[in-house]
């Protein structure tokens, strides 16, 4: 065991000779003129704010060493090589060790039949997504409800005659008509 018992007695100890040397640099400070050695000693006519001022602010300085003192540089392992494809550490930095690291598969390659899965559903989206924008930059004329076609206006037949894919659409839509003479 060491000579305090705990950090902390080590702690006030230290705190203690810190403030001690805090105080006697501000007696000096403020004495100065003693330090000349040209005359008798005679003590400054500052007031008591002055040293403890003075104690406080060469305190704090002192406590700034200490920490910037404390402070460690970090270590830098000579012994470790980062690898530049993937910027882990490598241990050894020996050629086989390299070689070794290369070596190791860190994700597994997927199967011909993951891939092609993949590359399907990647151009099933896509063109999805295209169909879904050139929806919207040319709409649909609104498809007549299916019915009875004697309900049918004598608008949407006109339409019908000039439309001449709407017969495809009405036979492939959600409600198909329900006229037996049109075949899906």
Not at 94 to 123: D, M
Not at 174 to 183: A, E, S, V
Request: proline share 9%.
């Amino acid at each position: 065991m060491g000579r305090f018992a705990t950090r902390e007695a080590h702690f006030a100890f230290r705190e203690v000779v810190i403030l001690a040397l805090a105080g006697l640099a501000a007696f000096l400070f403020l004495n100065h003129e003693n330090l000349y050695l040209t005359g008798p000693f005679t003590l400054s006519k500052a007031p008591l704010e002055a040293y403890l001022l003075a104690t406080t602010v060469i305190y704090l300085f002192l406590r700034l060493v200490v920490v910037t003192l404390e402070m460690r540089v970090p270590r830098t392992r000579a012994e470790l090589v980062r690898c530049p494809e993937c910027g882990q550490w490598i241990d050894d930095s020996t050629a086989e060790s390299r070689e070794a690291h290369h070596r190791i598969e860190l994700t597994p390659k997927p199967s011909p039949k993951a891939i092609v899965s993949t590359v399907a559903l990647r151009k099933a989206v896509d063109a999805a997504r295209v169909a879904g924008k050139a929806s919207e930059a040319n709409p649909q004329p609104k498809i007549p409800a299916a019915g009875n076609p004697e309900n049918v206006s004598g608008s949407d037949l006109l339409e019908a005659l000039r439309d001449p894919e709407l017969l495809e659409r009405l036979r492939h839509s959600p409600n198909p008509p329900r006229d037996p003479r049109l075949k899906r």
